[in-house]
């Protein structure tokens, strides 16, 4: 079975603009959840989607957001971005039965300049 | 909401010692403890869990332990070789929950 797949790997943006990442969860995986990880920070939880809908947000300003397609892939949008958004961003699927294992995808490294 | 605390931040034992990272959580009702080994460079990858009906949980040279009473719950890793230096977190799952809540991590540092 394929493992989460993010993309892309890396990025490079600029103050202002705005960003999409893409994250496709491990087939037959409903729910998608969204981690921002910084140097110290730990993994930080930004948002859970389960069948296209937002189930549960962290403590992120409305900047981010996210969606959850019918096939269960996910993607989060920063918009204006700012420096302090360079982070390591990890998504993670679950089949969504609580207790269940959650599987990290690879990450999509943000560097804002 | 729940809180996972996790305990050291840094830790740094020889080869063929033990290591034993510790975790504290809030919320009652949570019922699934896993643990997660990050790479440099790499994706947290599962290690071990293990769930509120159970005490212990042992593979090979990892187990876990968990204090439902107490709260809390720690990793043990003995005989500890070079490769398992990484950072490890702890995560908490709430009952009914949608969201891991994860402690801040501890960098293990295994010196050969």
């Known amino acids: 079975k394929a493992g989460v797949t993010q993309t892309p790997r890396y990025l490079i943006k600029t103050r202002g603009q705005q960003v999409t990442l893409s994250c496709s969860p491990i087939s037959g995986h409903r729910s998608v959840s969204w981690y921002q990880q910084t140097p110290g920070q730990g993994l930080q939880f930004l948002f859970e989607y389960f069948s296209e809908t937002q189930r549960n947000k962290g403590n992120f300003p409305g900047r981010f957001s996210g969606r959850q397609f019918s096939n269960s892939r996910s993607e989060m949008n920063v918009s204006t971005l700012e420096l302090g958004d360079s982070a390591l961003y990890l998504c993670?699927?679950?089949?969504?039965?609580?207790?269940?294992?959650?599987?990290f995808g690879p990450g999509t490294r943000l560097t804002v300049l | 909401g729940e809180n996972v605390e996790q305990h050291p931040s840094t830790l740094s034992v020889q080869e063929g010692d033990s290591a034993v990272i510790k975790c504290t959580y809030s919320d009652s009702a949570s019922n699934y403890f896993p643990w997660y080994k990050q790479e440099l460079g790499k994706r947290p990858q599962l290690i071990i869990d293990?769930?509120?009906?159970?005490g212990e949980k042992k593979d090979q040279r990892i187990a876990v332990t968990l204090n439902k009473t107490a709260k809390h719950f720690s990793l043990h890793i003995t005989e500890t070789q070079p490769e398992d230096s990484a950072v490890y977190f702890c995560a908490a799952d709430r009952l009914n929950g949608n969201q891991f809540y994860f402690g801040t991590g501890t960098s293990l540092t295994v010196i050969p």
């Open positions: 993670a699927s679950r089949a969504a039965v609580m207790g269940d294992e959650q599987f």
């Open positions: 293990i769930r509120s009906n159970v």
